[in-house]
Each structure stands twice: as C-alpha cells, then as structure tokens.
C-alpha cells in the first residue's frame, strides 16, 4: 500500500542510500542544539496516535526543551502501548469525550493535534478553552474561516497557537531564506514548487472531503504553497489554477487529484506549483533570481533534504525536523523566541486563504485575487 509515510520514507532511505556523503552532516540527535538547558521543558500531550503522531513521539525523545507527558486517543490499546513505551502516567491519558478535563491537569502544557484535517478546528478550539496551548498539524483547518476562528479562540483564551511547518526549522532551507535575503541572489523572478506522490487506499480519510477537507492541495500542494512565500520572501497577490482528474471515482467531488497553480507577487516575480496525489518523485523546489539560483530536491520530506545553489551544493547538517521544531516551539511558547518564518495560526490563515484562492481559481478558470 502506498501511503504518505511510506512515500516519504521510502525516499529518504533511497536518497540516504545514494547519498552517503550527508550522513556524516546529521545533527546530534540526542542534544541536537548541542547546548546544555536548564530552562522549562515543554509538557506536551499528542492528540491522534496514527502514523505522523508517532513520527512525533519518537523524534521528540531526543529533545530537550520539550517532552511528551500525555496522550488523547480513541483506542485503549494504543494508550496502553503509548504508556508504556514513552512512561506516560494514567492521569495524563484522554480520549475525544473528556479531553476538556485537561483543563485541571497541571502537568500538561500544550497539545499537539495530529488527527484528520477535518477535526482540526474544533479540536484545538476545545484545547484552548481548556487553557492550554495548541500545536496543530498542517493544514491547520480545511479553510480560512475555520483557521481565523481558531486564532480568535486561541487569542481569547490567551494561549498559544503553532503549526507544524517543519521546514522552517530545516538548515538548507534556512540558508536559502538567508542568502535570498542577503541579495545573494538578485532580484527575485520565479520559484517552482512540485509536489506530489501516488496515494494508496481509496478508504482512508485523505480521499474522504469531510474529513481531509479537500485532496491534494491541502495534504501536499499546501508545501508548495508555503514554500512560494518564504522561498520568495513576498506574499502573492493573484492566482490562476488548472485542475485535472483521471479517476473520479477515487477522486470524488471536492477532492482534488492534480492541481496546477500560479502566483504573481507585488514585485512581479511568479511562481509555477504543482501538487498530486499520483505521481512519484515530486517534491522540488527552484528558486530563481536575477544573480543566482536555489534547488532543493528533496525540498519537504523528512529528509535528508538535499540542494544547491550556483555557489554550489549546500551542505547545513541534517536535522531530524520533528525533534528541532518541538524543541523551538518550547522556545516560542516559554521565551517568544521569534522563527525567521512564523509558525503561528495567523501563518497557517494566509496558506488556507491561499488554499481558498486555488479551489475557487480551478473552479472558475478565472484569475483571482489574493489579499492576506
Ligand atoms: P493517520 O491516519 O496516520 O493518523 C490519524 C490519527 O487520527 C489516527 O490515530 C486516527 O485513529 C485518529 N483519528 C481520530 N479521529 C479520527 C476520525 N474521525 N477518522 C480518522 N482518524 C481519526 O494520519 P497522519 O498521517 O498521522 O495525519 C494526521 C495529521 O498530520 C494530518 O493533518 C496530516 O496532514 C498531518 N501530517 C503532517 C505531516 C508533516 O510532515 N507535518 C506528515 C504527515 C501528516
């Protein structure tokens, strides 16, 4: 069965079994910052213990700002399994009824939502009212009225709202965004971004509407999207999109099998993205200016992530993305530590307009307009 995980898997030990050389680059799992801390430690309870909540777990034992404490989960068993493999007690276990108790737990700090896009909104609404932080998996909701109404909420409750945008914690992306913004490249003129992988299942909730909130677009060609506007540094201003269908009956109305999509930007750069759900071997980045250019490829997965520039190949460590995000969302929270791209909810909004923007774009063969 091809599944996400395994696409992304598959592709980093294939590029690690071509790619020796990086190796020797990967970043000191256990320390990764390599600094002592004796600061707070974030307490953080996993909500969907599926196959990304898992990648979670067992990357965050290698922080040390951040440490999983708790779980909410529909299936007894995993909680058990859970339990045991990560020493978690039985006061800090919940199921989707009683989560709202949490409230009265002083030991849980956040909670980090890892479940079906769908249930985003309400999940994280229900966590801020508990009082506590929310870290919700991308695409944060399924459109921008529902991420603007988990803003508010988390703004009224006064907690924090983050968004797994594992990238903007990944070193060669970093050093692009650096060198882009130190005019190593020149005037910025065109990004491309391709994404995409053949889904399996026809059952599971990514090809369900309800549940995934749209197809591709919201599971794979939402990295494209992000990517355009921190690869760019600018917001775009317009979109046209281009949607194919092969099978509509694995693709059913509302999910989208293939997109094709195209941005303008106010200095009058574009970008051209696509985003799949069948085709392999996408997931690139090409970033070009007026003195230089940037390639990632593999650009999003879990890595090693590879790239070059026309000064060369990038050679920043490789980091194990889920450790070093959980560890600077700790620093977020507790220290308003500022990312060189936001994580916030207010970033996720300006992807799910975005989002919003391509959908009614495809639908309507017109160019539209982008205001974030
Ligand atoms: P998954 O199907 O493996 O896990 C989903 C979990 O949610 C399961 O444990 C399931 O039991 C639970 N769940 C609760 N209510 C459910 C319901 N009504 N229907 C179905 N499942 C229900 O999915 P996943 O791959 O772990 O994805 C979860 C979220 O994480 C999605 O929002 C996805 O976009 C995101 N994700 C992010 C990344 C990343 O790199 N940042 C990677 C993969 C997934």
Not at 198 to 207: E, F, N, V, Y
Request: hydrophobic share 40%; charged share 20%; glycine share 10%.
């Amino acid at each position: 069965m091809n599944s996400r995980r395994d696409f992304l898997q598959k592709l980093g030990i294939s590029t690690l079994a071509l790619h020796l050389a990086p190796v020797s680059g990967w970043a000191n799992t256990k320390n990764h910052d390599n600094q002592a801390y004796d600061g707070p430690v974030l307490r953080v309870a996993i909500m969907g213990l599926g196959s990304y909540g898992t990648r979670v777990a067992e990357a965050m034992q290698a922080c040390t700002k951040a440490k999983l404490v708790g779980v909410i989960s529909g299936t007894p068993s995993k909680i058990k399994e859970w339990q045991t493999k990560y020493s978690i007690p039985e006061k800090n276990c919940y199921n989707y009824n009683n989560f709202d108790d949490i409230k009265s737990n002083p030991d849980i700090d956040a909670v980090y939502v890892i479940t079906p896009n769908g249930l985003h909104h309400d999940q994280v609404i229900r966590v801020a009212k508990a009082g506590k932080h929310a870290i919700c998996e991308k695409p944060m909701a399924v459109n921008a009225m529902e991420g603007q109404e988990m803003v508010d909420a988390c703004k009224k409750a006064n907690v924090k709202l983050l968004v797994g945008y594992r990238m903007h914690f990944e070193p060669k992306t970093l050093e692009v965004i650096r060198m882009r913004k130190a005019g190593d490249l020149g005037k910025i003129l065109f990004f491309q971004g391709l994404c995409g992988f053949t889904i399996g299942d026809p059952t599971q909730w990514r090809l369900n509407k309800q549940l995934a909130g749209g197809g591709s677009i919201m599971d794979i060609g939402i990295y494209a999207i992000n990517g355009a506007r921190y690869m760019t540094g600018e917001e775009p201003v317009w979109v046209t999109a281009q949607e194919t269908k092969t099978d509509p009956v694995k693709f059913k109305e509302g999910v989208d099998e293939t997109i094709q999509f195209q941005f303008g930007f106010p200095s009058g750069a574009a970008a051209s993205c696509l985003s799949t759900y069948t085709m392999n071997n996408l997931d690139r980045f090409f970033l070009n200016g007026e003195k230089g250019f940037a390639e990632l490829q593999p650009s999003t997965g879990y890595g090693p992530i590879m790239g070059r520039t026309n000064k060369g190949e990038l050679n920043q460590p490789v980091t194990v993305h889920q450790t070093v995000q959980m560890d600077e969302m700790a620093a977020i929270i507790f220290h308003n530590k500022q990312p060189v791209v936001p994580i916030d909810g207010e970033e996720a909004v300006k992807d799910l307009k975005i989002i919003d923007a391509i959908y009614l774009a495809a639908k309507t063969g017109k160019k539209v307009e982008i205001r974030l």
